[in-house]
């Protein structure tokens, strides 16, 4: 909730996280714990930690699958293990694009922009510049922050994720500054906070910009509009 939130994606205390996790209740739901270890473990940069809790935490949407796949994938990423990270990737695209091909009309509330973006960061892990950025903006424009305030801003979360997996820093670092400004989406594969610019590892080669620099510093670019 709110609580995790402040501490964790706010604060970036992964101790305090833990802490917090711990006096939850046993009928919290598996996958809501799951993923809250595997994010606090990825944010520790105990990778292999991350991937085991989400291989602990059951899938509750279509989504989950392909989208634990690439979170594995980053974490492959961020251990040095390119092939495998490469591996998982192909294998989330591939249920992505499943998905899409035997759900014609599924773009309400967002459903097809997700698969979308799973194919967008697929091909980027991949290195396939101009499939993943198509990809990634074709979810920005089926799941718009004009129609929706609260679910729309995982799609540009994903398209800022594909950017900066493919180098393209500029264009990272112009939409990161617009979405500090958006309200967090529970669903998002990975949140844009200050706690994550300053702790993930994907962000490690645009962490010392001075523009990121700058964001980190302005406590007020992040107060929700």
Not at 1 to 25: K, S
Not at 36 to 61: C, E, I
Not at 71 to 94: E, K, M
Not at 137 to 164: C, F, H, K, W
């Amino acid at each position: 909730g709110w609580l995790y939130q402040t501490i964790v994606l706010g604060r970036g205390d992964t101790a305090a996280g833990r802490a917090l996790l711990a006096t939850l209740p046993k009928e919290l739901s598996p996958r809501v714990r799951g993923v809250a270890d595997a994010n606090l473990a990825r944010l520790a940069r105990h990778f292999d930690s991350s991937t085991v809790a989400l291989a602990r935490a059951p899938g509750q949407r279509l989504v989950d699958p392909p989208q634990d796949l690439i979170v594995r994938a980053l974490n492959d990423l961020a251990s040095g293990s390119q092939a495998r990270a490469g591996a998982r990737a192909d294998s989330a695209g591939s249920l992505a694009r499943s998905f899409l091909h035997s759900t014609p009309g599924a773009g309400v509330f967002g459903n097809a922009a997700d698969f979308h973006s799973i194919l967008g960061l697929a091909d980027a892990i991949r290195g396939r510049d101009a499939e993943a950025i198509q990809e990634g903006q074709r979810a920005v424009a089926l799941n718009p922050t004009a129609r929706d305030a609260t679910e729309g801003p995982r799609s540009v979360d994903n398209l800022i994720m594909i950017y900066v997996l493919l180098g393209r820093k500029d264009e990272a670092i112009r939409l990161i500054a617009e979405q500090a400004h958006a309200p967090l989406t529970a669903t998002s594969i990975l949140f844009i906070t200050q706690a994550t610019l300053r702790l993930d590892p994907l962000f490690d080669s645009i962490r010392n910009d001075p523009r990121i620099q700058a964001l980190l510093k302005n406590d007020a670019a992040w107060v929700v509009r």
